[in-house]
């Protein structure tokens, strides 16, 4: 079974919509950590927001939250006010604490385009 | 300050040769991950160092693949009589310590085996 499932391959946004990029995980692990990361299209993989499966309130930076719902098993990335540059493939992944090799298991992604 | 430096960006070899693939990590950082990006796989964790020491080398695809890092600082991935299916974009990471929330990336080097 997949740990991070991002159901959609593609999106296209209007400019100044927000936008809601889909994120399930599958861990037994009771601490782990959810992740978002844009990789345009220069490839450089660029770090967006961090949630712990610990923490209480949803993460927010900026123009980004994560929609955290523990008990649904969902990581959501909202981004508000969309913009050109946002247009970029979006990346879920997870690191399980407990699971000892620590890298991060990531979705296959969503990529994003953002429409004027 | 500096990010994490790979290099090369790009190296196009021939089937059967061995390749090393370099990683600077971000000054003071001690854990350090090496990911591959494919079209078919999407983006794999190969291994981690924490310091010097690679505690779970389960990830490496095959045992033509080691990696090595000395000195907690640079990292090598060694790729030996590299195959057409080892074409990839190579990503290195790095973070403060483990389980230290976000890690940092590198522009990743583009193997291409002919």
């Known amino acids: 079974a997949q740990k991070i499932t991002q159901t959609q391959p593609g999106m296209f946004v209007q400019e100044k919509e927000a936008v809601t990029l889909d994120c399930t995980y599958d861990t037994s692990d009771p601490s782990y950590g959810l992740f978002w990361y844009k990789q345009p299209s220069s490839g450089e993989m660029i770090f967006l927001i961090y949630?712990?499966?610990?923490?209480?309130q949803n993460a927010t930076e900026g123009r980004y939250s994560l929609n955290f719902q523990k008990a649904r098993k969902s990581a959501n990335l909202v981004i508000s006010a969309s913009q050109l540059g946002d247009s970029a493939m979006y990346f879920c992944?997870?690191?399980?604490?407990?699971?000892?090799?620590?890298?991060?298991?990531f979705g296959k992604g969503t990529h994003l385009i953002i429409q004027p | 300050g500096a990010g994490v430096s790979q290099s090369p960006s790009n190296k196009v070899t021939e089937k059967g040769k061995d390749v090393e693939l370099r990683c600077d990590p971000i000054s003071g950082h001690t854990a350090l991950y090496w990911y591959r990006q494919s079209l078919g796989q999407g983006l794999e964790f190969l291994i981690y160092?924490?310091?010097?020491?690679?505690?779970?080398k389960s990830g490496l695809p095959s045992d033509r693949f080691s990696a090595e890092r000395t000195g907690g600082s640079v990292s090598t991935l060694t790729i030996q009589r590299t195959q057409q299916e080892d074409s990839a974009v190579y990503l290195c990471a790095s973070s403060p310590g483990l389980a230290a929330g976000e890690q940092f990336f590198g522009p990743g080097t583009r193997l291409t085996v002919l």
């Open positions: 949630q712990g499966s610990y923490d209480q």
């Open positions: 160092f924490q310091g010097n020491s690679a505690p779970d």
């Open positions: 992944a997870m690191r399980e604490v407990g699971g000892g090799a620590d890298g991060l298991t």
